[in-house]
């Protein structure tokens, strides 16, 4: 059993404190906002994670996960699980990271670990945190271990993932990577691969990379298909029966607070990543593309009325960070048209949110943006029975035309071009 400090408790910190506490650690979770410490102690939850607040309120109830506001003394060990945002020039905003490194400074003693879970761009530990943790006057590397272990786990299947996913841990020497892959071994069923912590930090990064360049070859492909008369779905379904071709879905834009921004870390560190450089900027291009193609199926946007559904950057999630959706509310109300929005997952963060067939009352077109499971069964004739004009537009190839044709409404699919 090891006391542990869980630095940050927002999407990535607080399933991994709770999934420690629930291994039989003590757990402090340690956060400069109030809100969140102090629904933690109530055990309760300030995010939607399937699985998570039952998890939070046994082990708060058991006693094994305190929340504070305050960074705890004489624990074994220091996770980093702070936010690593993106300043308006694209580079990483490395504040949090930093001065959680320095708030455990004076609290962490001889034989302690410390590791940075927060995707981060190369040689973060090597050239941000090692120099703060220099002022313990501590033995870097043998009396105080440091690792990064990036975390990799999907919204929506945290938990899950947590547990079965592989982990990579890049200690700054092999005594810090076999300490820390130690502590995992606890919560991890997954392999546990040891590596340097800037092997670890590239990893993390090429992982969604790797995922952003093939979106983006994805949506690239629905720009032409659309310039050429193809549909790129029917594209896709045909060359993916290839055995070594596995072409992504095509969509609105790439969102979320990791695959959206980490590829710009390597964009900042390095002149080579052309090609990461230019996906970043086609899918960044999309919910402008979503917006065009509104406005030339509805012949304008000023004083027009567009119902979207979905605002999320994924379906059946309440997170809008990043979400491309919100780009494309942004840009067609910047060119005049009125937006009613319907978000089962994100109504109270957002506010003004319409239920599923009031918010196409009196709309010229309806966006799917994100496939809700609550988007799946819609009663088309019920849906369109208000609208001014019978326009639905789908982003995501979720919904049925047949159903839509059915309704009366005509149905325009992102990627789909006419022949
Ligand atoms: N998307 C598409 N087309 C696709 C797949 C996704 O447009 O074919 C869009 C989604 O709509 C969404 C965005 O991409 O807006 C990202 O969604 P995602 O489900 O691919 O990934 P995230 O951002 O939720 O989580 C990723 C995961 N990384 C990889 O799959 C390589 C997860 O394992 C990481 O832990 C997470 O980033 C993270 O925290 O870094």
Redesign the pocket.
């Known amino acids: 059993m090891k006391s542990i400090c869980v630095i940050g408790i927002g999407y990535?910190g607080l399933p991994t404190a709770a999934m420690f506490a629930s291994k039989g650690h003590r757990v402090v979770g340690f956060d400069l906002n109030k809100k969140a410490v102090d629904a933690l102690n109530r055990g309760e939850i300030i995010i939607e994670e399937p699985g998570l607040a039952d998890l939070v309120k046994e082990v708060v109830a058991n006693g094994s996960l305190t929340a504070s506001t305050e960074c705890p003394d004489n624990c074994d060990v220091y996770i980093i699980a702070v936010p690593t945002p993106i300043n308006e020039d694209k580079t990483a905003d490395m504040r949090y990271v930093e001065s959680a490194t320095r708030s455990i400074v004076p609290h962490v003693r001889k034989g302690c670990i410390v590791i940075l879970e927060s995707?981060s761009p190369p040689r973060t530990v090597t050239d941000l945190m090692l120099p703060i943790l220099k002022e313990t006057g501590l033995e870097i590397g043998e009396e105080l271990l440091v690792a990064h272990s990036p975390?990799?786990?999907?919204?929506g299947r945290v938990l899950e993932?947590l547990r079965t996913n592989s982990r990579i841990v890049g200690g700054i020497n092999e005594k810090s990577a076999k300490a820390v892959k130690e502590i995992y071994e606890s919560i991890v069923e997954g392999e546990i691969f040891i590596t340097t912590s800037t092997t670890a930090e590239m990893c993390?990064l090429m992982?969604?990379t790797?995922?952003d360049v093939n979106?983006a070859l994805?949506?690239e492909l629905a720009k032409m298909a659309e310039e050429l008369g193809v549909n790129a779905w029917e594209v896709i379904k045909l060359a993916n029966q290839h055995p070594r071709v596995n072409i992504?879905?095509?969509?609105p834009?790439?969102?979320?607070?990791?695959?959206?921004l980490?590829p710009w870390f390597l964009v900042e560190k390095s002149k080579q990543a052309k090609l990461i450089h230019q996906a970043r900027l086609n899918n960044d291009g999309m919910p402008e593309f979503v917006k065009n193609k509104t406005d030339s199926i509805i012949g304008g946007l000023n004083g027009k009325t567009v119902a979207v559904y979905g605002a999320t950057?994924?379906p059946n999630i309440d997170d809008v960070r990043e979400s491309?959706i919100m780009h494309l509310i942004d840009m067609l109300e910047a060119d005049g048209a009125k937006v009613r929005l319907c978000e089962p997952h994100a109504a109270d963060k957002l506010g003004n949110c319409f239920d599923i067939y009031e918010a196409a009352n009196g709309a010229d077109i309806a966006v799917l943006g994100v496939n809700h499971d609550e988007f799946k069964d819609v009663d088309f004739n019920k849906l369109t029975d208000g609208m001014k004009a019978k326009n639905i537009l789908d982003t995501r190839n979720f919904w049925d035309e047949d159903k839509v044709t059915a309704a009366g409404a005509k149905y325009y699919l992102l990627g789909r071009g006419t022949e």
């Open positions: 990535v995707t975390e990799r786990i999907l919204p993932e993390k992982e969604n790797f995922r979106i994805a949506n992504l879905s095509p969509g834009g790439v969102g979320g607070h990791c695959i959206a980490d950057y994924k491309p």
